[in-house]
Antibody, heavy 121, light 110 residues
Framework: QVQLQESGPGLVKPSQTLSLTCTVSGGSISSGSYYWSWIRQPAGKGLEWIGRIYTSGSTNYNPSLKSRVTISVDTSKNQFSLKLSSVTAADTAVYYC?????????????WGQGTLVTVSS | QSVLTQPPSVSAAPGQKVTISCSGSSSNIGNNYVSWYQQLPGTAPKLLIYDNNKRPSGIPDRFSGSKSGTSATLGITGLQTGDEADYYCGTWDSSLSGWVFGGGTKLTVL
């Protein structure tokens, strides 16, 4: 059973960079033709896809966030990471990592529990 | 403003049936697979339906999905109080080259 766990600071100051890591257990991040994605959800609002990475390192980002987002993968640690720069209060949300994001394996079948990141001074 | 349009809320009595619609365009629903997610309060979303109408292992057949043109529908029969949750549709958008979700629908089982 694949499991994902987000980790990182719960509080980030405005204008700084949000950094989160997702650790995958119960299977290799390199096995199968899967993408690995970050998705966020502001309190009381819907889901927003942030971006995805393939184990080759190939990435795609939400156009609305593209200028501020970097997703990377470390296959040796079975982890992938998110960096979001120049954050504002609008970036306050629960951040989820998930397996999926392909157009063809078109679903997110495993999710982390989510981690709340608050942007505040 | 979400790319995919869902009704904000639906409600029905226990044991009844409810449907939740998800409307998009040719760049998303019209030419890509749709998946549905259930989000119980305070928890992460859970995959309910994938490839428009397939259920992952462990999802009861009370949940069904369909797609026609640029719209998709989630159906839930034999409603239970435990089905009260937010439901989201999602799909790939070929114009955006990214994933898009509906705004979510809150199901109340009266």
């Amino acid at each position: 059973q694949v499991q994902l766990q987000e980790s990182g600071p719960g509080l980030v100051k405005p204008s700084q960079t949000l950094s989160l890591t997702c650790t995958v257990s119960g299977g290799s991040i390199s096995s199968g033709s899967y993408y690995w994605s970050w998705i966020r959800q502001p309190a009381g609002k819907g889901l927003e896809w942030i971006g995805r990475i393939y184990t080759s390192g190939s990435t795609n980002y939400n156009p609305s966030l593209k200028s501020r987002v970097t997703i990377s993968v470390d296959t040796s640690k079975n982890q992938f990471s998110l960096k979001l720069s120049s954050v504002t209060a609008a970036d306050t949300a629960v951040y989820y990592c998930a397996r999926g994001g392909s157009r063809w394996l078109a679903y997110f079948d495993y999710w982390g529990q989510g981690t709340l990141v608050t942007v505040s001074s | 403003q979400s790319v995919l349009t869902q009704p904000p809320s639906v409600s029905a009595a226990p044991g009844q049936k409810v449907t939740i619609s998800c409307s998009g365009s040719s760049s998303n629903i019209g030419n890509n697979y749709v998946s549905w997610y259930q989000q119980l309060p305070g928890t992460a979303p859970k995959l309910l339906i994938y490839d428009n109408n397939k259920r992952p292992s462990g999802i009861p057949d009370r949940f069904s999905g369909s797609k026609s043109g640029t719209s998709a529908t989630l159906g839930i029969t034999g409603l239970q109080t435990g089905d009260e949750a937010d439901y989201y549709c999602g799909t790939w958008d070929s114009s955006l080259s990214g994933w898009v979700f509906g705004g979510g629908t809150k199901l109340t089982v009266l």
